[in-house]
T-cell receptor, first 112, second 113 residues
Framework: GEDVEQSLFLSVREGDSSVINCTYT??????LYWYKQEPGAGLQLLTY?????DMKQDQRLTVLLNKKDKHLSLRIADTQTGDSAIYFC????????????FGKGTMLLVSP | KAGVTQTPRYLIKTRGQQVTLSCSPI?????VSWYQQTPGQGLQFLFE???????NKGNFPGRFSGRQFSNSRSEMNVSTLELGDSALYLC????????????FGPGTRLLVL
């Protein structure tokens, strides 16, 4: 199966919280990342978490990591229409170099 | 500090031609990685360069190659273009590439006709 799996689509209303989920397979992954991609643009780093952490909060973003289940989630509080984009989960696998393995991305649609 | 820049932003080529894409990393970053993004395969790692040496390579045919210059700028080349090479090619830079955060450029969108 895929190394990193994400649900493909999420629709929420403006002001609600959004939760995007991701599962990964490599227990040696040291860093796990969330990137955002808007139409026609490159990838914007949103946040990352070390594998020895359970949670990281950064303004409206909360990342939760469950190492036992290899599950990562990104919660966006008070979601805005400007948050509509594709969100990618990525893991940095193995020892040494910074090769990222990405999920297929979750398209978040925020309606007014 | 300026971000990662990629040139050109858009490119149209025909089958059989070759193409060279350029990436300038963030100042001070010495590691440059390249990724290919397609609707079918998603984001796939091509290769990574550090101090002018290729350190890691993804599962792509030999038609895909790259290099890095002493100022850390990198180029990737695709020879004998195929229709399936149509994609967004993204470059990312990091300080030293060892598990550090990678910052991406806006990408070069290549269309092969």
């Amino acid at each position: 199966g895929e190394d990193v799996e994400q649900s493909l689509f999420l629709s929420v209303r403006e002001g609600d919280s959004s939760v995007i989920n991701c599962t990964y397979t490599d227990s040696s992954s040291t860093y796990l990342y969330w990137y955002k991609q808007e139409p026609g643009a490159g990838l914007q780093l949103l946040t990352y978490i070390f594998s020895n952490m359970d949670m990281k909060q950064d303004q409206r973003l909360t990342v939760l990591l469950n190492k036992k289940d290899k599950h990562l989630s990104l919660r966006i509080a008070d979601t805005q229409t400007g948050d509509s984009a594709i969100y990618f989960c990525a893991e940095s696998k193995g020892s040494g170099y910074s090769t990222l393995t990405f999920g297929k991305g979750t398209m978040l649609l925020v309606s007014p | 500090k300026a971000g990662v820049t990629q040139t050109p932003r858009y490119l149209i080529k025909t089958r059989g031609q070759q193409v060279t894409l350029s990436c300038s990393p963030i100042s001070g970053h010495r590691s440059v990685s390249w990724y290919q993004q397609t609707p079918g395969q998603g984001l796939q790692f091509l290769f990574e360069y550090f101090s002018e040496t290729q350190r890691n390579k993804g599962n792509f045919p030999g038609r895909f190659s790259g290099r890095q210059f002493s100022n850390s700028r990198s180029e990737m080349n695709v020879s004998t273009l195929e229709l399936g090479d149509s994609a967004l090619y993204l470059c990312a830079s990091s300080l030293a590439g060892t598990k550090e955060t990678q910052y991406f450029g806006p990408g070069t969108r290549l269309l092969v006709l």
